[in-house]
């Protein structure tokens, strides 16, 4: 069954917390301000453009009537001064003119619609209404009986500052809001970082990164608990090193004096060498078990990371491998520094080159920078291992030596160690089926 490909919203949804965060603040506000814009341009301001329409044609109606009730020149000219100087109305009649046939084509502004409708209303006479003027005028000549009555009217008549108060106000508002809402979103989401950046190096091992609790009572909350888990965690682990290390202590013990007694023994009864070999033989074997049994429980114990050249740490297994009898090939193609614990990825390195050693023949080492990690892949061309088995040799004391080795008893925990050690720098070991038909270990660090 095919994965259901994610909705259109979900993968325009912002992944990170702030921004969701914004997103639910701002959504609303815009909206808010969206319907009071639509509801002040479609009341208010179609109100306001009226009244303003009104208010100029009742102007140009009363110069025109004015002229037609006084038609004498002198009262005429005194008409046209006046509406100058007390209505800001250009007037100019040009006797004896007609208008054009076609009128100027009306733009789709807000203005020209009202200011004709209202002429319209209060005109039955011809009229044209020119508002494409370059001297931000507004032309409206009317066809009299004796000519043209031409006025030219500042177009600032039919504007009203309302209009860039309101948008004034709601554009500073959107930025005051947006900015309080950032500032405030951006302390509130800083201790989820700092929580999780500590979850995080946690995770890795680095229990040394101080945190301490902070934002909303939520958030505190949460750093508290995982202040606690963290020590709960830690006192586990120590308790458990200590257990076994109790143990491994107790155990050492009565194999010394069985070792004792067998030395012993090999001299008073030289006949019985062979046996008494084959006793050591299985008390040399069960303090290697124990030794990764104790291996296994300490993990990384309280090693502190520092500054490694893993090339470097690479070439010391290499050479330890190589000095064992294994054929081993080294491949590295730049010098890779990471904050690594030397000895535990040394243990892993170990268990890792040491595991293909002894299952192959010719062993591959190779060590390079992908993206922001660090991978280390070990091949042998041995048996390898099936497929649905390549897991579960990750489990301790799960062995798969009758198939790899057969003259080979272990514990079963090298990989997990190395697994467990790998994970606590926030790495992973993989493992697939190499080139050579043998196995491959990939071992991931980040940088």
């Not at 508290?224 to 202590?249: C, K, N, P, W, Y």
């Not at 155990?251 to 046996?275: D, F």
Request: contains cysteine; aromatic residues 6%; charged residues 25%.
């Amino acid at each position: 069954m095919a994965p259901a490909r994610p909705s259109l919203l979900r993968s325009l949804t912002p992944k990170g917390l702030f921004w969701r965060s914004l997103l639910i603040l701002l959504i609303p506000m815009v909206l808010l301000q969206g319907v009071v814009a639509y509801i002040f341009f479609e009341r208010h301001w179609d109100t306001v453009s009226r009244r303003l329409a009104l208010g100029l044609t009742g102007d140009i109606i009363y110069v025109m009537r004015t002229m037609q009730k006084y038609p004498e020149d002198e009262f005429r000219e005194w008409t046209l001064r006046a509406a100058h100087r007390e209505m800001q109305i250009d007037a100019v009649f040009e006797a004896g003119a007609k208008l054009p046939a076609t009128a100027p084509k009306l733009s789709g502004r807000n203005m020209d619609r009202m200011l004709h409708h209202a002429l319209s209303e209060r005109l039955v006479i011809p009229f044209h209404i020119d508002t494409r003027r370059d001297d931000r005028n507004i032309s409206i000549r009317i066809e009299l009986q004796e000519g043209v009555l031409n006025i030219l009217a500042p177009r600032k008549r039919m504007f009203s500052t309302t209009i860039y108060i309101f948008v004034l106000w709601m554009v500073g508002t959107a930025v005051v809001v947006t900015a309080i809402a950032i500032f405030f979103l951006r302390n509130q989401i800083q201790p989820i970082r700092r929580l999780a950046a500590a979850a995080e190096a946690f995770g890795k091992g680095r229990s040394e990164v101080e945190f301490k609790p902070a934002g909303a009572s939520e958030i505190r909350q949460a750093a508290a608990a995982f202040i606690d888990m963290r020590g709960r965690i830690a006192r586990h682990i120590d308790q458990r090193t200590e257990m076994l290390a109790g143990v491994s202590h107790d155990l050492r013990t009565p194999l010394t004096r069985i070792k004792l007694h067998l030395a012993m023994l090999r001299e008073a009864t030289p006949e019985a060498g062979t046996e008494i070999s084959d006793l050591e033989s299985d008390i040399a074997e069960m303090e290697k078990m124990i030794d990764e049994y104790l291996a296994f429980a300490r993990g990384q114990g309280a090693e502190a990371p520092v500054p490694v050249d893993l090339l470097a740490l690479i070439g010391e297994v290499v050479e330890g491998a190589r000095h064992g009898g294994g054929a081993v090939r080294l491949e590295a193609v730049e010098a890779l520094t990471l904050p690594l614990r030397p000895n535990a990825i040394k243990r892993c390195l170990t268990n890792l080159v040491d595991n293909a050693v002894r299952h192959g023949e010719h062993i591959d080492v190779h060590a390079r920078r992908v993206g922001e990690a660090v991978e280390v892949s070990v091949e042998d061309d041995g048996p390898g291992i099936p497929p649905e088995s390549l897991e579960d040799v990750f489990k301790p004391f799960y062995r798969l030596d009758d198939s790899r080795n057969p003259n080979y008893a272990g514990a079963g925990l090298g990989l997990a160690i190395a697994r467990d050690v790998a994970r606590g720098h926030g790495g992973d070991i993989v493992l697939r089926k190499s080139d050579s038909g043998g196995l491959c270990a990939i071992l991931r660090l980040p940088l």
